[in-house]
């Protein structure tokens, strides 16, 4: 196939991607800040599922491993893609992804801001260990014996990152189902605006740096808006199982447990991120539905298949329950997405998509541009790169929290 040929074939893939996806899932994230189940992203990087499983989790996998025995995993596992020519490839070059973003960003000027793994390790049967050998499997499951429950409580995006707009694509590099400890979401939340959050770092499973939540009072906002419009219907959109013990979403639909993660309040000083310029949410804001004959209250990303995707806004409050399959670790791969317009006066570096950088489209906004791409797996330049950009990350993220640290 000729270079011409090849082109008008990638370009008419794209063509069938967004009539077959983006063009039916708009409507489900502007009115619910979450779309799920979006195929076919990877389409021109792997056919199927099982291929994209073939041929990138074994990439992770390697590169995960070397992480964790030289202790780096906690730092290294944020912006891998400028570390990675792999993942930079199915990323930055991928036009099926800039086309999603654009479309529900409603900017043909985005880049890639951030991108982190979230790993939740399978639950193993044994209780002993043979050192990191036998921990470090070339199998789905990579961590201890012992997998700690690690779990996010219910956040937004947009609190830390202190950017107005931005979309989550969170991609599945493992299976994804019920038992998983698949991502929650509220929809509908992101009408509700910036909510407080308040900060509890007294568990170390909660992978979220500083343990963040939305406070008590924002919850009872949430539920309220709920309860409005969710009256006389008692229809969940999740099961128990995963739910499994938060108390704050169980008891709002009738249910106690003892085994939930404890309460916190209070808003810390000082933290007014995300949203700051934008007006008080309305009392009226309240989540919509997620069909058109029943109301769900929490909305399951689940199940996914390897290479799928799920998207929510940077305001869509959200969490995720700890992995109980004992087969396999739920491997997932958070890449953040903004406008450039939002960059003005921010010192952080973005990603251009490669056909940005091409072409040179990507001057525009106050972000520094990430123009190097990889080409030797943490090579020195490579190196280099990813620790200007992770100096800058750290610089905005652990403002005012000194001595802090990534998970």
Known sequence: MTSVAKQVARIFAVEVFVKENVCFKMHEFHRDGVASHVHNIFADFAATPEDFHRRYHPLYSSFREGCLREGSWSEKRFKSHL?????????????SLKALGQSLLGSDNIAIWSTDWCVKPAIRPSEETNGIEDDLQASAATTSPRAPAYYFTWHQDSTYSRLPDGITVWIAFSDVQESSGPVLFYPGSHKLGQLPHSEDRSDPNNMLAFGQQVTDEGMERLFRSLVEDNEGDGDVGVSDEVLG?????????????Q????????VPAGRTAGRDASPEPQEDATPTTTNNTKKRKIFSAHPLRPGDLSVHSFLTVHSSQPNKDTDRDRVGLAVRLVPLSCGIGRRDRVTPFVEDLQAKSHQEGGFQFETFIPKDEMGQREMEEWTLSMEREKELYFEDH??????
């Open 245 to 257: 013990g938060d108390k704050r979403s169980r008891a709002v639909l009738g249910v106690v447990d």
């Open 83 to 95: 570390l990675l020519p792999w993942l930079h490839e199915i990323l930055a070059g991928n036009a």
């Open 259 to 266: 085994h939930s993660p404890p309460l916190v309040g209070g």
């Open 402 to 407: 000194q001595g802090m640290s990534y998970k």
